[in-house]
């Protein structure tokens, strides 16, 4: 008697199957991961440093998971920069997985319309420009070599918000990059994409592919290479750039044993 095995999942039926609450969804070039449910969650650590014992925290539940009879436990979720912070991390139910999402993808839904967002800027418009010419007067003065100021708008829409609807649409912008979604409870999700990767290790290898330097693509082939083109040409952008690239090498040099940069943007 033959048994049908059932199909692996394509990368497009998994981003099709998030839902909100979901754990995890990340789609890379490497591929796609989609976790539905949580088996175990890393718990909070009590130090004032967040961070401080993550690494015993996630082994001591991978442990667990693994005495728990689970067979091959991963811990997925969310790491913040902010090292008095505490991560979210859990040990999902179930995972699937898929190679890269194809492209292009089919065109998504528009996404619901929810009415006119009340928006609040933070910071203000005025503070914001007060701080870039303030920015730019060290510059020029030569205390800082860059500077990246950050905003946020915050969004109060007139209609519940779908974040598999956002989700869907920022892989089908750019479904070579790097797209996410995670739990973070209490109702929130965090979803994002982006073209960089911050780091990745397999093995002994790490790898990181930081980008500074942007353009806007173009749906015309010719005009998409002539702003690439451009791009790599510009002074200004390869200077930013080169110092990412400064500032991710110095970070890795006292950890590795050998490292590799490439003398030129790529």
């Given at each position: 008697?033959?048994?049908?095995?059932?199909?692996?999942?394509?990368?497009?039926?998994?981003?099709?199957?998030?839902?909100?609450?979901?754990?995890?969804?990340?789609?890379?070039?490497?591929?796609?991961?989609?976790?539905?449910?949580?088996?175990?969650?890393?718990?909070?650590?009590?130090?004032?440093?967040?961070?401080?014992?993550?690494?015993?925290?996630?082994?001591?539940?991978?442990?667990?998971?693994?005495?728990?009879?689970?067979?091959?436990?991963?811990?997925?979720?969310?790491?913040?920069?902010?090292?008095?912070?505490?991560?979210?991390?859990?040990?999902?139910?179930?995972?699937?997985?898929?190679?890269?999402?194809?492209?292009?993808?089919?065109?998504?839904?528009?996404?619901?319309?929810?009415?006119?967002?009340?928006?609040?800027?933070?910071?203000?418009?005025?503070?914001?420009?007060?701080?870039?010419?303030?920015?730019?007067?060290?510059?020029?003065?030569?205390?800082?070599?860059?500077?990246?100021?950050?905003?946020?708008?915050?969004?109060?829409?007139?209609?519940?918000?779908?974040?598999?609807?956002?989700?869907?649409?920022?892989?089908?912008?750019?479904?070579?990059?790097?797209?996410?979604?995670?739990?973070?409870?209490?109702?929130?999700?965090?979803?994002?994409?982006?073209?960089?990767?911050?780091?990745?290790r397999r093995g002994v290898v790490v790898t990181a592919n930081p980008l500074a330097g942007s353009v806007a693509r173009a749906a015309d082939p010719v005009?998409?290479?002539?702003?690439?083109?451009?791009?790599?040409?510009?002074?200004?952008?390869?200077?930013?750039?080169?110092?990412?690239?400064?500032?991710?090498?110095?970070?890795?040099?006292?950890?590795?044993?050998?490292?590799?940069?490439?003398?030129?943007?790529?």
């Amino acid at each position: 008697m033959t048994i049908a095995r059932p199909a692996a999942p394509a990368a497009a039926d998994l981003l099709a199957a998030y839902r909100p609450g979901s754990p995890f969804f990340f789609a890379s070039p490497r591929g796609t991961l989609l976790a539905d449910g949580v088996y175990f969650g890393v718990p909070r650590s009590v130090r004032a440093e967040g961070l401080a014992d993550l690494p015993t925290r996630v082994a001591a539940v991978l442990d667990l998971a693994r005495a728990a009879g689970h067979d091959a436990p991963i811990v997925v979720g969310a790491v913040p920069f902010d090292h008095t912070a505490q991560a979210h991390l859990a040990v999902p139910d179930r995972v699937w997985r898929a190679g890269p999402l194809p492209t292009p993808l089919p065109t998504p839904p528009e996404l619901p319309a929810a009415g006119t967002p009340r928006v609040t800027e933070v910071p203000a418009a005025r503070a914001y420009a007060d701080a870039v010419r303030r920015a730019v007067t060290r510059l020029d003065a030569g205390e800082l070599d860059k500077v990246v100021l950050g905003r946020s708008l915050r969004l109060i829409a007139g209609a519940p918000f779908d974040p598999a609807a956002l989700l869907r649409r920022l892989a089908g912008r750019d479904p070579g990059g790097h797209t996410f979604a995670v739990d973070l409870g209490a109702g929130r999700t965090l979803v994002g994409a982006s073209p960089e990767l911050l780091v990745a290790r397999r093995g002994v290898v790490v790898t990181a592919n930081p980008l500074a330097g942007s353009v806007a693509r173009a749906a015309d082939p010719v005009e998409d290479r002539r702003r690439a083109a451009a791009l790599l040409a510009s002074a200004k952008d390869r200077r930013e750039h080169a110092l990412v690239v400064e500032a991710v090498a110095g970070a890795l040099r006292p950890l590795c044993a050998e490292l590799t940069v490439p003398a030129e943007p790529e």
